[in-house]
């Protein structure tokens, strides 16, 4: 077949794929039956089992909505038998006679029981009205009445579904609804295997050219010009974010495909997160074949795309789940803090607490890793060891992102953005750890007025949801494959540090063969002007350099090499270009 | 040093302010040699210098222009600095054509009708196409491949990415050098069928060895390109409306095609200084302190002919290099700093479709008397090099070398010091610039040389420490 052909058919494949993908969001019905429904339910909620199966079945779109209004139905019956009821109230404060100085503890506890759990929550509600001085007694008795709402609160969060239940309960819920169909693994199969196969097909083009540079046409092409396409591909991603941290619920039905692979691997159902993981690699596969194929004969890039897809397979992807199947700890162990920037929360601490020596060892090799893996393999190798052969925000960027990768703005003014946003996430994440670990340790929540969980909370949308993920990998198409890693990952600001100040690495130029071509520059997903320096026969020694080595691969000079030597020689901020006798003057 | 920085900076600042400015340099052209002019003077001294160029207003990287065109780069990509860049150095650009240069009054005359005073001028107006006098290269479709105007002709004369019903389908390229390499491989992505004319029988063979050119003949052939070598244009021949439509060859075949790219070399775009008193030959001929005939007036890169070459060295050397270090020197000399233009060992590199091209010294296409050359291949792979050397003292003269990437400082260190190509072929590790996991080629090659010419290899233990720094 033609190379055209191919390529669309290619594109049209992965785009079947993909729509088939969302619209089971939209034409797939979800139901529920009885016996599903109350198996995942606590004992005392088997009643919401009751309600729930009576829900019509209907698309994944329109059962959030549905199973909320069932939830608050639940909720309603579960506040009339355990609530207090509004005429209950009516006659305790009538029981005042209208006094409110006779409002105290023993008031409420002879009214409604002494140990009782509505006596509790009443008084932890109302206490303070306790023996003060009020203008009026209606005025007492607003305030009761306004308090009300938050007993029956709790008294729903402790016999019913509480409102911070009932998201997760929403997504559990529908992904046991999904039809029986989309879980035997077929339609997984199907519908992976299409857009994998799209992929490939589209790729068969590049395999048929010899082994080079095939840059051609990138700047002619719409979908890697910020132009229609890439805007397209751009609000697929963000939309895809934002669905994945904010509304998993509406994914329903995809994850339900993956519930046989998530049972083999881990033994539980598959979640949103499963379902990402999967994705992700799977989209690392596929175009990490591309790489594969692009770069045919540089061995230094094949190797390496080999590496990230290694790590993201072994160490995020499968890892986790043999360890969640042997209920141990899901721990990324390649993931270093501050990126895992999660490692030092309570929680984490808890679990590693919990599990023993394997636990214990978990924690001191997450240790170990940021204080000593980290600059040691750095002095040695670079960052690259860490950015663009084991990291999967950087594997993602460097197989998934790479047709984005000229993107990025080589300008001295986004260079000078860059060193002030990435240090400060730096700054941050080291403060937010801190902390946390203060509150761990000192069981005190505040520091300087400041409440660490809303610390936490804070860096955890911002740069956790926002900047990783939305603008990190929905950003591709518009800002290159490397807006996060560039701008906003702490670890890579840390390894930077260390690259700069104190390692072997740096990208040697080679004398004065430098032609100024700009094809290095253009082509550095760090947004490096990596001509610069070639230009001035200086070496490249840059915090951001990722050493992906895609300027050696397309400077059609030889120009550049990315070496790892002895430190002397590494930095020339005067450098003389070889060629002619008699020195340049630096002034 | 600090304090003349200073008083120049206030002498400056009253010209800028007083009815009798200096006039500062004036350099003609915004190429490599130009720019590197201007900056290497504003290094050094606070002058005035204002560059006035005609083919673009910023200056940028010739060599890019191919990018371009295949779509690996928008031209913004082709400038080297940014355009804040000129103001923030006070270098002063101005987009016009120089029409006449008059010596006597320090004057120049702009096509503006401007004209324009200079106490001192660099002229570095580069090359312009070589045309010979063939027969209908006024017709729509001929075009040579130097200048940002000849890529914009260029895009006008073929089909538009991806574009399918567009008449060009077929060209002729006359002459095969690098530039018609590169032209070749342009047209190339434009899907239009190219055939190269060339005059000798095998691919650049004034330049390569035969084994060389041979190699590189038959790559570019598997890309799709025709050669035909002994074959020299007669004459282009066009339809009624003045439209390329064929070829004739001094043969007198006749090769339909609807573009002829003229491809047979550059020469120094000179003709503007005609009757001004600037001595010239092919080129403008300057001294080795890069001054022409006429004090205060200097000339740099491709334009520049240097009266008396240095050894191993010619007079024109029109490429990128040479363009930046007579600007180097140039510039010093324009801010008073009297430096002579002395290259070192000639490099030079190039990239024929997926195959880079370096040399270090010297490697004649046809060896000299008591000289000899290896040509050495790895097999099954386009990586071979051609290793030259002085026949009694052994003494290495240069190398070639294609898909493998060599170290400059190396060859320019080997070369300075005369070392014998027993010596330099031991280093070759260090030497090897390959990218990482490449695999390693220095000892089949250190082997195949000892039995083939039975010159012994030394390991430089010494040099090594030097260099593996
Ligand atoms: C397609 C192509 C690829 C090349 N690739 C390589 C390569 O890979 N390696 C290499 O070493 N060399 C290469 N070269 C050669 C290299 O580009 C030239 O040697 C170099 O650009 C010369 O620089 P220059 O500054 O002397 O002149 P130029 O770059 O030609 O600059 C001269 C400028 O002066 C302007 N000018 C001329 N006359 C006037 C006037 N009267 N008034 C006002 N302005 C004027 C011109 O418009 C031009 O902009 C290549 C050349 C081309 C065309
Ligand atoms: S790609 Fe190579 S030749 Fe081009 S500017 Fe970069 S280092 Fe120089």
Known sequence: MKNDTLKKLGLTLFVIAVTVFFSLSFIVDISFKDKDVSSLLEEKNKGLANIVSTIDPAPAYQMPGALRNAFNQYNEVIVNEYGIKDDELKNFIEKLDSDASKFDTSAVQSFFGKDDFLTTKFLENTSWMIGRDWQNFDQFKNSINDKLQNVNKAVVSEYGLGAEKQDAMVLILMTVGAPDFLKTGLWAFLIFGLAVAGGFIHFIPLWRKKPGIHNDHIHHNKSQTRQWPAIIVFVCLVGFYIFLYHYPHYLANQIALLKPLSENMSGGAANQWFLYGFMYTLAMFTMGARMMIKYRGNMYQQVRTVSVFFFQVAFAFTLPQILTRMQLPAYDLKSAWPLEYSFFFDYRIDEYMQNGSLGLFLFGWGVVLFAIGVPLLTYFYGKRWYCSWVCGCGGLAETVGDPYRHLSDKSLGSWKIERWVVHSVLVFAVFMTAWVLYTAISGDSELLGINSYSVRSTYGFFIGFVFAGAVGTGFYPVMGNRVWCRFGCPLAAYLGLVQRFKSRFRITTNGGQCISCGNCSTYCEMGIDVRWYAQRGQNIVRSSCVGCGVCSAVCPRGVLKLENKTEDGRINDNPILIGREGVTLNL | ?469
């Open chain 2, 1 to 469: 040093m600090r304090i003349e920085n200073i008083l120049n900076k206030i002498a400056y600042f009253r010209c800028e302010h007083d009815e009798h400015m200096a006039h500062g340099t004036v350099i003609i052209g915004n190429g490599i040699a130009g720019i590197t002019a201007a900056r290497e003077m504003r290094k050094i001294s606070d002058e005035r210098i204002q560059v006035i160029s005609i083919e673009t207003p910023y200056f940028f990287s010739r060599t890019a222009l191919m990018y371009v065109y295949m779509g690996h780069m928008k031209f913004e990509h082709t400038k080297p600095y940014e355009n804040w860049f000129w103001e923030k150095n006070r270098i002063e650009l101005v987009q016009a054509l120089v029409e006449k240069v008059n010596p006597e009054k320090n004057e120049l005359l702009l096509s503006t009708g401007e004209q324009i005073k200079y106490d001192k001028l660099l002229i570095a107006t580069g090359s312009k196409t070589q045309y010979f006098d063939w027969k209908g290269l006024d017709y729509k479709g001929v075009q040579g491949l130097y200048s940002f105007q000849d890529l914009e002709k260029l895009e006008a004369n073929t089909p538009k990415p991806f574009q399918k019903d567009h008449p060009t389908k077929k060209a002729i390229i006359v002459g095969a050098g690098l530039i018609g390499v590169e032209l070749a491989e342009m047209l190339n992505t434009r899907d239009i069928e190219v055939t190269m004319l060339v005059r000798e029988g095998a691919f650049w063979n004034g330049v390569l060895t035969p084994s060389e050119a041979a190699e590189i003949g038959h790559h570019i052939e598997s890309h799709g390109i025709k050669l035909m070598f002994e074959s020299e244009l007669d004459e282009v021949l066009a339809d009624d409306s003045g439209k390329v439509r064929a070829v004739r060859t001094k043969k007198n075949e006749e090769l339909e095609c609807q573009l002829v790219g003229i491809t047979t070399g550059v020469k120094p775009n000179i003709d503007f200084l005609k009757n001004t008193g600037i001595e010239s030959d092919k080129g403008i001929l300057v001294d080795e302190y890069l001054e022409t005939n006429i004090p205060n007036i200097y000339a740099a890169g491709d334009c520049a002919q240097m009266r008396e070459a240095s050894s191993g060295r010619k007079p024109v050397e029109a490429v990128w290099y040479v363009g930046r270090m007579m600007g180097e020197v140039a510039g010093a000399n324009l801010a008073g700093k009297k430096t002579a233009y002395k290259p070192g060992p000639w490099f030079n590199s190039a990239k024929f479709f997926d195959i880079e091209y370096q040399t270090y010294g010297n490697v004649m296409a046809k060896p000299e008397d008591k000289q000899e050359q290896y040509f050495w291949k790895v097999k099954d792979k386009n990586k071979f090099m051609t290793i030259a050397w002085q026949k009694e003292t052994n003494v290495f003269l240069g190398i070639n070398t294609f898909g493998i990437r060599l170290r400059h400082e190396y060859f320019n260190n080997v070369l300075k010091k005369k070392m014998t190509v027993g010596e330099v072929i031991g280093g070759m590790r260090i030497a090897n610039f390959d990218t990482e996991f490449y695999s390693k080629w220095d000892k089949a090659l250190k082997n195949d040389f000892t039995s083939e010419t039975g010159i012994e290899i030394r390991e430089p233990n010494m040099l090594q420490k030097l260099l593996q720094r």
